[in-house]
């Protein structure tokens, strides 16, 4: 008997997951620059959040943001808003516009938008310093902005 019950748990939590719909950069819906639904469908991972938050490859918002949380990560920009306290200041919804396209929420931010592929002027491929191709695509995957998020969500003062 037990193990029908984990089983059929096991089994539905990955049907779950099977039926997770990730949005389209193009269909993201944006309410006074506020993303209430998952990009991904999936909970973000804050572990993995931090790791884009600190990485020049990936996120890079350390290159704008200060972040104490990630002190071990060397030079840290000041173009930006302190992060310490981001979970306080924004609801989730908000930091998901704002990772996503923080231009929806303020129109004259210099962040890059990180789930956006449309509307550029002369974009390049991601942080290769190349032109696009045929695979151009957002900074950012729909899971990588949850995670993102999650990280964000837990940067209390």
Known sequence: MRISVITAVTAGLVASTAFAQ???PTAVS???GAVE???SGVAGDPANGRLIVGDKGQGNCVACHEVSDLADVP???EIGPMLDGAGERWSEAELRGIVANAKMMFEDSLM???YK???FT???NAYTGKAPDDSFGPLLSAQQI???VAYLATLKE
């Open 75 to 77: 030079f840290h920009g």
């Open 37 to 39: 639904q998952s990009l």
């Open 30 to 32: 944006y309410n006074e």
């Open 112 to 114: 890059p938008s990180f």
């Open 117 to 119: 592929v449309d509307g």
């Open 146 to 148: 949850e995670d993102v």
């Open 22 to 24: 990730e949005v389209a």
């Open 122 to 124: 002369r974009p390049g």
